[in-house]
Structure formats: C-alpha cells, structure tokens
C-alpha cells in the first residue's frame, strides 16, 4: 500500500516522523539506535488514533513512520542531518519579505556543516510511485519543491547572512537525498 503525503493518512504519518526526527535530534542521535524505537511503537500508535486514523489502518501508518524514523538511523546521511552540528535548529520558523510579499515558513533541519556552509534541509515522506524509478521521482520532488526551498533560503540568508546556503529535500522512507539548487 504506498500512502501519499496527498492523502490524510499520509500527512498525519509524516507530521509523526517530523516530529520524531526532530525528537532525535534534540535528544542527540548517538542516543537512537533502530532497537529504541520499539520503546515508541505505543506513542505513534495513540498518535495516529487521536489524529484521526482509523483503528484498522494504525498498523500500516505506524509500520510507515517506524520504516522511515530506521532509514535514517541505519543511515550514515540520515545520522549526518540529525547530528550535533554548529548553530543546528529543528522546525525553525522563520518570517521575511520576499518579493515585496511577508513569507512565513518552518524549516525541518538546519545547521551549519564542517565545511562552514549551512545547510536547509526539508524531510518528504512521500516516495516514488508504482514503476517510478528513483532518480525520476528524486527529479520530479526536486522541481515541485524548488520555489519553496528557494523562499527558505532566502529568508536564511536574510536572517543569517550567511555566505553560503545549501537546501536539499531528504526522504527517509528511501534514504534519498537531493540538493536543490
């Protein structure tokens, strides 16, 4: 069964797997192994069940959310977003003009690397659909989400003036990342 994010079900499964990637980070990822998440399984599932999930669909959605909190513990790029890092935030909100126009936005992860550039990373938990190949979908998520990670960068650098300014989207239920530029 592949759940959207257009779907219900989809976006209360990704504001759970949001949550719990900025839960990890806060706490520090070296204290998350792919074993602790079993201590969530019961939280995800009364998570589902007050946002409105069916009971016989919780299963599914909390599998979903729980294959995707794996993917990115069991990957070395998942660890690297949710890592210690300097000037690092989780679900930052930021609020600019841009364009002549007031632009709010929340973004999921960033920080500043070892290279000194700062990183704007959005999580998706949508995937590739039945007979999309990967590098496709990665293509498609990359230019329908390009005009917002462009508004997060500039209200970043607004904010930040920093020189530098890297956005990509992260996809946990694939381990996929790509750089939007």
Request: glycine share 8%; net charge negative; aromatic share 6%.
């Given at each position: 069964?592949?759940?959207?994010?257009?779907?219900?079900?989809?976006?209360?499964?990704?504001?759970?797997?949001?949550?719990?990637?900025?839960?990890?980070?806060?706490?520090?990822?070296?204290?998350?192994?792919?074993?602790?998440?079993?201590?969530?399984?019961?939280?995800?599932?009364?998570?589902?069940?007050?946002?409105?999930?069916?009971?016989?669909?919780?299963?599914?959605?909390?599998?979903?959310?729980?294959?995707?909190?794996?993917?990115?513990?069991?990957?070395?790029?998942?660890?690297?977003?949710?890592?210690?890092?300097?000037?690092?935030?989780?679900?930052?909100?930021?609020?600019?003009?841009?364009?002549?126009?007031?632009?709010?936005?929340?973004?999921?992860?960033?920080?500043?690397?070892?290279?000194?550039?700062?990183?704007?990373?959005?999580?998706?938990?949508?995937?590739?659909?039945?007979?999309?190949?990967?590098?496709?979908?990665?293509?498609r998520e990359r230019e329908r989400y390009r005009p917002q990670l462009m508004d997060y960068k500039m209200l970043t650098t607004l904010q930040n003036q920093q020189s530098t300014v890297r956005t990509a989207l992260y996809f946990p239920l694939n381990?996929?990342?790509?750089?939007?530029?």
């Open positions: 069964l592949n759940l959207s994010l257009r779907t219900e079900e989809g976006r209360i499964v990704g504001t759970a797997v949001h949550g719990w990637l900025e839960h990890i980070a806060r706490d520090g990822v070296a204290n998350w192994s792919v074993e602790r998440l079993s201590t969530i399984q019961s939280r995800l599932q009364a998570f589902m069940l007050a946002n409105g999930v069916p009971r016989q669909r919780t299963d599914i959605c909390v599998g979903r959310a729980l294959k995707a909190l794996e993917n990115c513990l069991r990957s070395t790029r998942g660890r690297w977003i949710l890592a210690e890092h300097l000037d690092a935030a989780c679900e930052l909100a930021l609020t600019g003009v841009i364009d002549g126009l007031p632009v709010h936005a929340v973004i999921d992860r960033t920080f500043i690397d070892e290279n000194g550039e700062r990183w704007v990373i959005d999580y998706k938990t949508s995937e590739p659909g039945d007979g999309e190949g990967v590098e496709d979908f990665l293509n381990d996929a990342w790509c750089e939007v530029v």
